[in-house]
């Protein structure tokens, strides 16, 4: 059922394209079409899939293990959704790439960032909340994903005027 | 016209800070206007930084960065004077870019 309406969604929102892509990643252990922190290729799938399991599959090709060696520093209220400061930082060596994602927005992949060699594993960026969700960080090091998720909660969501 | 970027980029021992400020609406395609009707997807996709021609940070954006963009990162390897090109494509095909000095 998941992939026929999520299929039907993409379809409208974005073409058949992503459609296809869309549907594919929805079956479980599915092939992960070609992956954004292999290449320089903007990671358009990713970034129009709704599940968050997907999109980092998608990005990846594989999931995350929480460590705390990922700082996420989010606000635990949000009075405005619109603008949500969110930073990340990581405690870990060879970071090549820093994914955003909000669990409960309509795209639930906010950023993703590339951290070449000699650039520090830290960004700061301000993200649109919907309403409250929870805010995942993703630290690609030394080829291992590791994650941190942190709870915003929303007063005024970011999606209306 | 004058730049939609703006760009602060400070230098201080090994590490140069830098802070960017765009104006772009940022329109995630969810959103109605006051008529009703879905105000079209209008967002940066990627913003890339150059330091002598090599990149030092890409960022791949979705419709949820917030309406003119921040961001803030921190590079080894470059001096005060030293040039750092930003440039920023959106989903349109529209683009921008600046350079700043390292202060």
Redesign the interface.
Known sequence: MTIVYNGFRRLI?KGGITAALTGFCNIPLGFAPAR?AAN?K??EGA?TTKNQADAIRMLYGKAAEPSDKVKLDAPEIAENG???PI?VGADLADVTSIALL?SD???T????????A???P?????????KTSNVTAIVEAGGKLFSATKEVKVTVG???? | MASSIRVRAISSGDLTEVQVLIQHPMDSGFVKDGKGEIIPPHFIKELTFEHEGKKIFVADWGTAISKDPYVKFSFKGAKKGDELKVMWVDNKGESDTTTAKIQ
């Open positions: 929102l954004a320089d903007y990671p970034f619109a603008v949500v930073s909000v927005n309509p795209n992949l906010a950023a993703f960032y590339k951290i070449p000699g650039t520090m830290s960004v700061a960026n301000r993200l649109k909340m919907a970011g999606c209306g005027g």
